[in-house]
């Protein structure tokens, strides 16, 4: 017989920049599978420092990569998601809170940014945090068949939902698999997207990154 309990946890998480009076961004990101926050952040670096503050979480669980000697990170698997999806709001909600305290996110123009993995553990952060944001790009991933639109009703209708395909991509297609995945993200959140389809493969581009606030 399965039975949980309850424990202290602690997981880390990175920042890029200072938060500062000066800034007036800010950057939620979730790195996909296998990836470490401390390295995936470092492609926000085309930010103006001043004004973007920047902050990674990072997938709960860690294992070894292939090669036996990188460490990488994953959001959830088919076991026990429910459990892992409350242990990621916990560690989100944990994270602004220690961030921020009393200070409301409502100050600063509010960017959420997910890549593979990681787009359906932002899209549930922003459902199931009720966060307010300026800009989401949703980044070659899939989008939780779960959420609908009463959960996005929380959102500014102005806001900007940007989805990002590499042309070579090698888990997607534009044209074939990855259109039902852009059709779920426009009807739960209910925002119109703007489709970028730069030339590469299933990857982070800085200069596409940058574009994405144009």
Same mark, same amino acid.
């Given at each position: 017989? &399965? ?12 920042? #890029? ?14 790195? +996909? ?11 926000? $670096? !085309? @930010?103006?420092?001043?004004?973007? @503050? ?5 997938? #709960?669980?860690? @294992?070894?990569?292939?090669? *036996?000697? /990188? ?7 088919? &076991? ?5 999806? *409350? ?7 944990? !994270? ?17 940014? +997910?890549?593979? *993995? ?12 009720? =966060?307010?944001?300026?800009?989401? %790009?949703?980044?070659?991933? +899939?989008?939780?068949?779960? #959420?609908?639109?009463?959960?996005? /009703?929380?959102? /500014? ?6 989805? !990002?395909? +590499?042309? &070579?991509?090698?888990?997607?297609? #534009? ?6 995945? %852009? $059709? ?10 703007? =489709?970028?389809? @730069?030339?590469?493969?299933? &990857?982070?581009?800085?200069? !596409? ?6």
């Amino acid at each position: 017989m &399965e039975h949980h309990i309850d424990f202290s946890f602690s997981a880390p998480y990175y920042t #890029l920049n200072e938060l500062s009076d000066q800034t007036t961004d800010i950057w939620i990101v979730c790195p +996909g599978y296998g990836q470490l926050g401390k390295y995936f952040i470092r492609r926000f $670096d !085309v @930010f103006d420092s001043e004004k973007h @503050f920047v902050i990674a979480l990072q997938g #709960l669980s860690k @294992f070894y990569l292939p090669d *036996q000697k /990188n460490v990488g990170a994953s959001w959830m698997t088919k &076991e026990g998601r429910e459990t892992d999806m *409350q242990n990621q709001k916990s560690y989100f909600d944990a !994270v602004i809170n220690t961030l921020f305290n009393s200070k409301p996110l409502s100050n600063y123009r509010i960017h959420l940014m +997910g890549f593979s *993995q990681g787009v359906s553990m932002i899209s549930r952060m922003a459902a199931y945090s009720k =966060i307010d944001f300026q800009t989401m %790009v949703l980044w070659a991933g +899939g989008f939780p068949p779960e #959420l609908e639109p009463a959960d996005f /009703n929380h959102i /500014n209708r102005s806001a900007n939902l940007k989805v !990002v395909i +590499g042309s &070579e991509d090698e888990f997607y297609a #534009l044209d074939k698999n990855y259109q039902p995945e %852009v $059709d779920k993200m426009e009807a739960a959140i209910g925002l119109k997207p703007e =489709i970028i389809v @730069f030339e590469g493969i299933h &990857e982070v581009k800085r200069e !596409v990154l940058a574009s994405c606030l144009s």
